[in-house]
């Protein structure tokens, strides 16, 4: 059975001499792992919708296995970001967590426009960084560990938050800062972002410019969030700490 889909390609790998297997991230049908037969070939058909994050149109061949790639016209191939080392590992990083926390077959409401809204906001020149932070927020509810944004996870107050908890999985009022001695501090504005990044609209996102400090306070929390319940470890995640720690670019507060 054939079969039409819009979709971004999120995962490739090399299979023999002349093929791949590339995963896509479809609008009809969530994730879709196809085979690209002769891929690897300087003048196949394929090989310039097989280059990860081309978004196109794609013609799957559907049998009762892996499906084959049959035709690829590509839409927009965000080239910038591939050409950029640094933009290219914020990329792969949201396109591993796809992969890893999503089933295949499975369609996810609003995933596919995430991923594609937040490349072509990185390729406009929005910050990579805080992207992938607001991401990130996003994929909690794909993953089902949603934290507790909106009150104290202890008592139910909704006085501004003094901690993160990532124990009792949300926010920690002053009065219950006690019960985790090891919950994150958090600043009002980081408690804020957390709650505006959880469940922003990326169709109205504007520019977001965030001092370093506060960009790190949202990345300890939400990385050690990760770490306790999303059961996933993602191999783009090491060169990624590692640019982020070479501190490229000055950031300010708006």
Not at 100 to 125: A, C, H, I, P, V
Not at 202 to 211: A, D, F, H, M, V
């Amino acid at each position: 059975m054939l079969d039409k889909v819009e979709a971004i390609v999120i995962r490739t790998v090399d299979y023999g001499e002349t093929n791949k297997i590339i995963t896509l991230l479809t609008k009809e049908r969530g994730k879709v792992g196809v085979m690209a037969r002769g891929a690897k070939k300087p003048r196949s058909q394929l090989t310039a919708v097989s280059q990860p994050f081309i978004y196109g149109s794609f013609v799957i061949y559907k049998g009762s296995g892996l499906g084959t790639l049959n035709q690829g016209d590509p839409i927009k191939s965000f080239r910038k970001i591939r050409e950029d080392l640094t933009l290219a590992s914020y990329a792969m990083y949201m396109a591993e967590l796809v992969d890893k926390l999503t089933e295949e077959n499975q369609r996810y409401l609003f995933l596919f426009d995430w991923l594609y809204l937040s490349l072509l906001k990185m390729e406009e020149g929005a910050d990579p960084e805080v992207l992938t932070r607001i991401f990130e927020m996003k994929m909690m509810d794909v993953a089902g560990i949603s934290p507790n944004l909106n009150q104290c996870v202890s008592c139910g107050s909704t006085e501004t938050p003094a901690a993160f908890s990532i124990r009792y999985g949300g926010f920690l009022c002053r009065s219950c800062l006690h019960k985790d001695e090891h919950a994150f501090p958090c600043s009002t504005q980081t408690s804020r972002l957390l709650r505006l990044f959880y469940e922003m609209d990326l169709y109205r996102l504007g520019e977001i410019s965030l001092k370093k400090e506060t960009k790190q306070q949202l990345k300890d929390i939400i990385r050690a969030y990760y770490d306790e319940y999303s059961g996933v470890t993602l191999k783009s995640r090491r060169f990624l700490d590692q640019l982020e720690r070479m501190d490229l670019g000055t950031n300010i507060d708006t």
